[in-house]
């Protein structure tokens, strides 16, 4: 008998590299892993059990539309099982859009993630008012 297990509160989308150098089509290199070549995956992970939720292997650019944004598809396809559920998503600043945010949480799921500075989405009151930087003149 087979126990179905449910994730937890938190789930987090991740982006691995499975290191690989034989002959295949879709073999990426990625220069700020330690194994460089291999097959990208990505993941949606229970943060607490560790165990792997969904899996989705990158073969290029499934839609090769100027509006699809990949980032947003790959977090959508990983996530849609659980919408509804108030879940908490984690997610790094290659996933994080301002767009998805508003998505996930049409969708009764909730987002934490960094973001990159140069994204467009941030307005300038963000930008400008940096405390750190204050701190680090003195």
């Not at 990625?30 to 560790?50: N, P, Q």
């Not at 290029?60 to 396809?77: L, Y």
Request: some cysteine; glycine content about 6%; hydrophobic content about 35%.
């Amino acid at each position: 008998m087979f126990t179905i297990l449910l994730p937890n509160t938190q789930i987090c989308v991740v982006e691995r590299l499975a290191a690989y150098r034989g002959n295949c089509s879709f073999r990426v290199y990625m220069k700020s892993k330690s194994g460089r070549y291999g097959i990208k995956i990505w993941v949606g992970a229970d943060c607490e059990t560790l165990y792997f939720l969904n899996l989705q292997i990158y073969t290029g650019m499934q839609d090769r539309k100027q509006d699809v944004i990949e980032e947003k598809r790959v977090v959508t396809d990983l996530i849609a099982p659980y919408y509804g559920s108030w879940r908490g998503i984690t997610m790094d600043n290659f996933f994080s859009l301002i767009p998805l945010a508003d998505k996930l949480y049409a969708n009764k799921v909730t987002h934490t993630g960094t973001m990159r500075s140069n994204k467009t989405e941030i307005s300038n009151p963000f930008l400008d008012n940096r405390p750190y930087l204050a701190l680090q003149k003195n």
